[in-house]
């Protein structure tokens, strides 16, 4: 019987940690670095000892309950302890955590050393998207690559018919909130640091093929750095509950060989050079582009209809679209925002057309109808001193 319990623990065990079958997998992934690797191979060595450990310990429990019942020994030893048997149950387990422990500390030692690099960004955390800024480079414009990364409006729509309240809705898609509209990318074979912090409450970046996780901290600039052995694209997620739209705010990460690396940068190096577009828009230009941008930006706090959501007031026949004077203070709260409030200042976050877009589509849709009409230009000006 003890053979048998003994025999069903270790095959229990061993199920839960290949998994039961290529679709469903219970253990840690291996991961694509050479940090990760290691973490894997330690996770493995701590999950078998405690497999041994835990049958060491219930194999001697069930010996004990089935050896010692009352019916085969009804007179009880009479002892009160042992100290040879003490001083082994104590030592053994000092020993494990010991052999645990430095090949641990090593390796978090390793993992903690970002220096010598061979490329940074900083990466920053808002509700609900990330932004990656290139801080080092080959090029004085290497500051200016720079970029937001949201949950692509395909995941949006699928979401929201997900949760419309229609029966037989049912999700096939293995990347379901885990695209993104502009993923991050890095060289492989490149060590890169990642500088984390946050603009407005504690996010974490987590990609778990990369065996990086780091809390985003307002204030706060923490490092972390990988280093990719295979391209590829790997994904990752928030790993900090950050408010209403925490789980819409997914990491991709694109792994590009060096020569297409180099590529894709120096696209992104022309894009600055070429500056904001400032051309100007027809009415229906700035309401289509203007309902794409508020769909990506605004929808999650406002909602889609213009409403409102609890705290996040209703842009519908408000006082923000039809005050006197309101289109002043509505470009200046959708660029600066409202301090003490979650309204965002979307000043440096959103390019000059998609605030004049959004504006735009704000005091005309859902019935506003107001007629007013802002250009990109008029942004820029504000936005550099020059408006009113």
């Known amino acids: 019987m003890i053979r048998k319990m003994t025999l069903f623990v270790a095959s229990f065990s061993a199920l839960l940690l290949s998994g039961c079958g290529d679709d469903i997998k219970y253990n840690m992934r291996e991961g694509v670095t050479e940090i990760s690797r290691e973490v894997y191979e330690l996770h493995m060595i701590a999950i078998w000892v405690c497999v041994v450990i835990g049958i060491i310990t219930f194999g001697v429990m069930f010996y004990s309950m089935f050896a010692h019942r009352k019916s085969k020994n009804p007179n009880p030893a009479k002892f009160s302890h042992s ?3 003490e ?5 053994i387990p000092f ?12 390796l978090l030692i390793k993992m903690e050393d970002a220096s010598d690099s061979d490329l940074t960004i900083m990466v920053k955390g808002y509700q609900w998207k990330w932004e990656y800024k290139y801080i080092d480079g080959d090029d004085n414009l290497a500051n200016d690559v720079r970029f937001f990364s949201n949950l692509d409006q395909a995941s949006r729509d699928m979401s929201r018919n997900a949760g419309s309240g229609f029966s037989g809705v049912k999700i096939e898609d293995d990347n379901y909130l885990l695209e993104v509209d502009n993923p991050l990318v890095i060289p492989v074979d490149k060590k890169v640091r990642f500088l984390v912090t946050s603009d407005d409450v504690i996010h974490s970046f987590w990609v778990p093929d990369f065996s990086v996780k780091k809390d ?3 204030g706060f600039i923490n490092e972390v750095w990988t280093k990719v052995d295979e391209p590829g694209t790997y994904r990752g997620v928030c790993a900090e509950l950050c408010g209403q739209d925490h789980g819409f705010m997914p990491i991709v990460v694109k792994v590009l060989p060096q020569n297409e690396y180099d590529a894709w940068y ?4 022309a894009e600055a050079e070429a500056g904001p ?3 100007e828009r027809t009415m229906s230009q700035l309401m289509a582009e ?6 990506k930006y605004c929808s999650s706090c406002h909602m889609p209809n213009g409403e409102g959501n609890g705290p996040f007031p209703s842009l519908v026949g408000t006082e923000m679209i039809t005050g006197e ?3 002043t203070k509505h470009i200046d709260t959708v660029i600066n925002g409202v301090p003490g409030t979650a309204m965002q200042a979307f000043g440096s976050q959103l390019t000059e057309a998609e605030i004049a877009a959004i504006i735009t589509y704000e005091r005309n849709a859902w019935g506003n109808d107001t007629g007013d009409k802002v250009q990109p230009q008029e942004i820029h000006d504000i936005k550099n001193g020059g408006g009113e």
Request: proline share 5%; net charge negative; aromatic share 6%.
């Open 290 to 295: 203007g309902e794409a941008a508020y769909n």
């Open 216 to 218: 985003a901290i307002p």
């Open 95 to 106: 020993i494990i955590l010991i052999a645990l422990a430095v090949p641990a500390v090593g």
């Open 325 to 327: 004077g309101s289109l």
């Open 83 to 85: 100290t040879a048997v």
């Open 266 to 269: 120096a696209g992104k190096v």
């Open 87 to 91: 001083i082994v149950w104590t030592a």
């Open 277 to 279: 577009d400032l051309n």
